[in-house]
Structure formats: C-alpha cells, structure tokens
C-alpha cells in the first residue's frame, strides 16, 4: 500500500461508526482527513484522535451548507483529491406505514447527499487526472428489503449514481466506486435491534443477534473491515477498479 501523504480526503458522517474507522484509516495511511456531519461533539472526538483530522460541521442534505462548507474546507485545507460520501440514514417501516415524509427524508440524505459532494468534488480530480471517489452504499442497494424500501431504494440510487459517475471520468484518472456492506456494528444496527425490542418485547442481545445472523457468516461486520476496503480503493494501483460495487457482506449478495 503505496502513503496517502499529501492527499486530502473529505469523510461525510465521520463522526462516527464506518465513517470514524474510514478516517483513522485514511489519516494512519498519511492523508489530511477533513471529516463532516450535523453534530459537534463525535466530530471533536475523532478529530481529536489524529493529529491529520480536521472537522467541518455539513448537513448532506442542504445543498446551501454542502456548498459553503466545501468552499470553507477548500480554502483552509486545499482541494479534496478523495471522496468518501458515506454519510447515511436508516428508517424502516412496512412499505404502508412509510410516509413521503420518511420517503424524502431518506433520499435526501443517502441519495441527494452523495450527488451534492460528488457534482462538487468531482471537477477538481479530473483537472489533476488524479481522484478516488467511493459511496458507501449497502447490500441494500443490490437486493430488496422487506421493510427497507425507501431505504433500499434509495441504496440503489447511489449504486447508480457511482455506476454513472465512473463511465463519465473513466479515462480521467479518477474512480468511482461503491461499497456495500452487510449489517456491520455501528449506531445503526443499534438503532434497528431498539425498533425490535420495541416493537417485540425481546431482549436488545436477542435483537442484535438476528440482525447478526442476517449476514450468512454470522457474526456483525465491524467498520475496520470495511474501511480496509475502502484504504485500498484510494491506493495508486487500485487504479483499474472503477465501477464496481464491493461487498463487505459476510458472503451475501
Ligand atoms: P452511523 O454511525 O449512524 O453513521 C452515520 C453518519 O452519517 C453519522 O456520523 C451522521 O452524523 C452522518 N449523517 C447522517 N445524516 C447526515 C446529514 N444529513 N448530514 C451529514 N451527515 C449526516 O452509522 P454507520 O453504520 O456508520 O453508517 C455509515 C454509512 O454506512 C451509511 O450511509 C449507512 O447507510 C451505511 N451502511 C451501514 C450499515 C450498517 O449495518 N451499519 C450497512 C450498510 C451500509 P450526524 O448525525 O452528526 O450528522
């Protein structure tokens, strides 16, 4: 694995679960990380981990902020030569119980997000013939979902999005790319195993272990395994990998 040293690497939602372990990664292996979200404190807290990470506060869903945090993260730290648009939410209801509020809410976020900071961040890689871009999208976005439409829908729109978006910079030195994980230990899964213990009355373990069992090796994912993905998608000679959508899935999809 070739330093990131003198690359800048934007990590959307690095505050904390994928995002966090994406950052450290990227910072160990020697980039200037600048990492983003809508809350202070889990920014501060990663930022004041490594000496390479930054923080900016950007809500992915108002493209006025994207654009001026880029602008301010541009000017105080220089041009972004990496993407991660990992950035996300996950709410699940049957598809008659979800509303066009929900619907939006989540499109906004994992779909709108991740086109913003790409249409920003892409122009300046290709000038430099030089760029990784790479959505963090799920196993969602490349199977259905019973009670994870809008979720899983929305997957399937940065499945695109990062299909498109690396036919159009193919012959620019710049790749575009999406990784998938399964159900990996983060607040989220947290958050769904909560919904089951609401909604079911069992154990919040029992919970956890369902939602483990739903990746075919058993066991949650941790973020280390997929931000090693992600590491080696920014190396030089990962260069020929564009277009592709990469499981961390524990042997699903
Ligand atoms: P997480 O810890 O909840 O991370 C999500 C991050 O996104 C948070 O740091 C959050 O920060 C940020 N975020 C959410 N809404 C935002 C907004 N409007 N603007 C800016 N930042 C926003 O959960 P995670 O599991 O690490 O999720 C990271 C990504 O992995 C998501 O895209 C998720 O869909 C994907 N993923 C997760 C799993 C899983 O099982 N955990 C599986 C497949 C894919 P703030 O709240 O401070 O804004």
């Not at 999005?161 to 620019?172: D, G, H, N, P, Y």
Request: net charge neutral; hydrophobic share 45%; proline share 2%.
């Amino acid at each position: 694995m070739s330093g990131l040293s003198g690359k800048h690497a934007l990590v959307t939602g690095g505050g904390s679960g994928i995002g966090a372990a994406i950052a450290l990664d990227l910072a160990n292996a020697g980039a200037l990380v600048t990492i983003t979200g809508r809350r202070k404190k889990p920014l501060e807290n990663i930022a004041s981990s490594h000496d390479n990470i930054n923080l900016q506060l950007m809500d992915v869903a108002n493209e006025k902020n994207v654009l001026e945090a880029l602008t301010a993260i541009q000017k105080t730290f220089g041009p972004i030569d990496i993407l991660v648009a990992n950035a996300g939410i996950a709410e699940t209801a049957p598809i008659q119980k979800t509303t066009l509020d929900m619907w939006r809410k989540v499109q906004q976020i994992n779909v709108e997000g991740v086109f913003l900071c790409i249409r920003e961040l892409v122009g300046h890689m290709v000038e430099q013939k030089w760029g990784r871009i790479i959505t963090i999208a799920s196993v969602a976005g490349q199977k259905g979902v019973a009670y994870g439409s809008a979720y899983s829908a929305s997957k399937h729109a940065v499945v695109g999005l990062t299909r498109s978006v690396a036919i159009e910079v193919m012959t620019k030195g710049v790749t575009v790319n999406a990784v998938c994980p399964g159900f990996v230990n983060t607040a989220i899964v947290e958050k769904s195993a909560a919904n089951i213990t609401a909604k079911t009355g069992m154990g919040e373990k029992q919970a956890v272990d369902i939602l483990a069992k739903l990746n075919p090796f058993g066991r949650l994912i941790e973020p280390e395994e997929v931000s090693s993905a992600v590491l080696w998608l920014c190396d030089d000679n990962a260069g020929a990998v564009t277009g592709q959508t990469i499981q961390i899935a524990g042997g699903d999809v």
